[in-house]
């Protein structure tokens, strides 16, 4: 069991150069939305997930005119459980077809974090997102979706706390922070009439 910690952004233009970096192709598809449990294929990797929010059946919403480094806007409690089970392809193959709705097809680029992703004082203060951030293991995982999204591009930043979550200063090519939006989110765009 793990805690996702992460915060999503719409895009108002793609980063400069976008094939220089690594990117993974996934493919999933929902059994359930709330809570949602779904099978992805990441490359050659297959899994099954389920993810709620920790006070489950409360997903609230933030206020899409968040503006960077105002933390007074994130939500407090944006944590998930997430839980990842290993799949075979076979079994991956066989759950797919049982999806509800749309099966999601998508390019996720991995990108470095902006320079600027936080305060040097916030920094200076916490260590555990000093070490990540100095590291390199707070990334921006860059979504491009395939049919039937196509044109569909968000952004998503995963964290070690909440507090890192609060004092991100999102990339200037991030135009809304939809965090805790559920119309933004996989699982509702697996339901979606297209």
């Known amino acids: 069991m793990g805690l996702e910690i992460e915060r999503k952004f719409t895009v108002k233009k793609l980063p400069e150069n976008l094939e220089k970096y690594p990117v993974h192709i996934i493919e999933q598809g929902y059994l359930s939305?709330?809570?949602?449990?779904?099978?992805?294929?990441?490359?050659?990797?297959?899994?099954?997930?389920?993810?709620?929010?920790?006070?489950?059946?409360i997903s609230g919403q933030n206020d899409p005119e968040s503006v960077a480094c105002d933390n007074t806007d994130?939500?407090?409690?944006?944590?998930?459980?997430?839980?990842?089970?290993?799949?075979?392809?076979?079994?991956?193959?066989?759950?797919?077809e049982k999806a509800d709705g749309n099966v999601i097809r998508k390019?996720?680029?991995?990108?470095?974090v902006n320079e600027d992703a936080f305060?040097?004082?916030?920094?200076?203060r916490n260590s555990e997102t000093s070490e990540a951030f100095e590291s390199g293991d707070i990334?921006?995982?860059l979504d491009v979706f395939g049919a039937p999204f196509d044109g569909r591009i968000l952004a998503e930043v995963e964290f070690p706390s909440e507090e890192a979550a609060a004092a991100y200063c999102?990339?200037?090519?991030?135009?809304?922070d939809v965090t805790g939006?559920?119309?933004?989110?996989?699982?509702h765009m697996s339901t979606e009439k297209v």
């Open 107 to 112: 390019k996720r680029y991995i990108i470095p």
């Open 74 to 96: 994130v939500q407090k409690d944006i944590g998930k459980i997430e839980y990842n089970l290993p799949l075979d392809k076979d079994s991956y193959d066989h759950l797919v």
């Open 119 to 124: 305060e040097d004082g916030f920094l200076r």
């Open 33 to 57: 939305v709330v809570p949602a449990i779904r099978v992805r294929r990441e490359d050659d990797r297959y899994y099954m997930t389920y993810k709620s929010y920790k006070g489950f059946g």
């Open 139 to 141: 990334k921006i995982e």
């Open 170 to 176: 999102m990339a200037d090519w991030f135009d809304e």
């Open 181 to 187: 939006d559920v119309r933004f989110s996989n699982a």
